[in-house]
């Protein structure tokens, strides 16, 4: 049946059902939605979700079909406004974080996009306990629209405006630049700024690793190459990344000109996989 011949009857059902299943809640007509207040909050629910599923079974399912799907909203917007109540306007606590590439399975549920092939960006919620990854079920709960617009600049303003940057041996002979804020879960973020602390990087371009998401650390390299340096590199990187209670990264990647990244291989000193170009994938 078509969406638009049975949306007359399922409200019905939803206002015959709503003083049982939700009594506090509310249809609201004009814009085709139930509001459900919960404490200071009134959330609303669209039914078209419920009129597309009513659409396509039986009629005699649908009163069971509208129950269930009455409890789960107000369970659903039990749990958001809880968020709310928690982390008060939870846009002012999004941070992004560059994460090892997640696995399908966990991309699908977790509000993030990819960062080249090696790193995916991460949209985390700020909170000393109850901090993490931000769901994509949880965006679409609290209403959250356009997050980058809000994490993006509550991380570069408002988390890495104070990162300190100094060179520290790494051999006898030579430093590594190091990008850091002790304590900062956010650091790694800064992947997308690479140039910005590399402004003696050649054309042979400069070594990267992110070991913990406190810390980035660099090399730029000369015509010879990475020589000596890249195993030192790679040990110091695998310690901190083994050490750290926030670790990110054991590897060592090999950053161009042309902000190309590719993994490289301390044993043999040459590239792991096959370089590509990276391009931005968000503007400040």
């Given at each position: 049946m078509d ?9 019905a ?19 085709s ?9 009134e959330?609303?629910m ?8 009513c659409a396509q079974a039986?009629p ?7 129950e ?7 369970d ?5 406004v809880?968020?709310?109540e928690?982390f008060?306007?939870?846009?002012k ?16 549920w ?5 960062a ?5 960006a ?6 000393p ?10 965006a679409r ?11 993006v600049?509550?991380?570069?303003e408002?988390e ?7 060179d ?5 002979r030579?430093t590594?630049?190091?990008v ?5 879960r956010?650091?790694?973020a ?30 730029p390299?000369?015509?010879a190459?990475?020589?000596?340096v ?18 990110c ?7 161009g000109p042309?902000?190309?990244?590719v ?13 590509r170009?990276?391009r ?5």
């Open positions: 969406v638009f011949d049975v949306s007359a009857d399922v409200h059902l939803i206002v015959d059902l709503l003083p049982v299943v939700c009594p506090s809640a509310r249809f609201d007509p004009e814009l939605r139930v509001v459900v207040p919960v404490g200071r909050f959330p609303a669209p039914t078209l979700t419920i009129v597309e599923r039986d005699a399912r649908w009163p069971g079909l509208v269930e799907w009455l409890r789960d909203t107000a659903r917007f039990g749990l958001a809880a968020d709310l928690l008060g306007d939870i846009r606590r999004l941070r992004v974080r560059i994460e090892p590439r997640l696995g399908d399975e966990r991309r699908r977790i509000a993030c996009r990819p080249g092939r090696y790193f995916d991460v949209v985390h919620i700020d909170h306990e109850y901090g993490g990854p931000l769901t994509v079920h949880r709960l609290l209403g959250l629209r356009r997050i980058g617009d809000y994490a600049p509550n991380t570069y408002g890495l405006a104070d990162v300190q940057v100094r520290q041996p790494i051999t006898a030579e590594v630049r190091v850091t804020k002790p304590g900062c956010y650091v790694s800064l992947f997308t700024e690479l140039e910005r602390f590399l402004p003696d990087a050649g054309r042979a371009g400069a070594l990267v690793a992110i070991p913990t998401h406190s810390t980035i650390l660099l090399y390299l000369g015509a190459g990475p020589g000596a890249l195993p030192a590199l790679a040990q110091v990187a695998a310690d901190m990344h083994a050490a750290s209670d926030d670790p990264s054991p590897d060592v990647f090999r950053y042309d902000r190309s990244l993994r490289l291989d301390p044993a043999t000193r040459a590239a792991a996989d096959e370089p170009p990276r931005r994938f968000w503007r400040r």
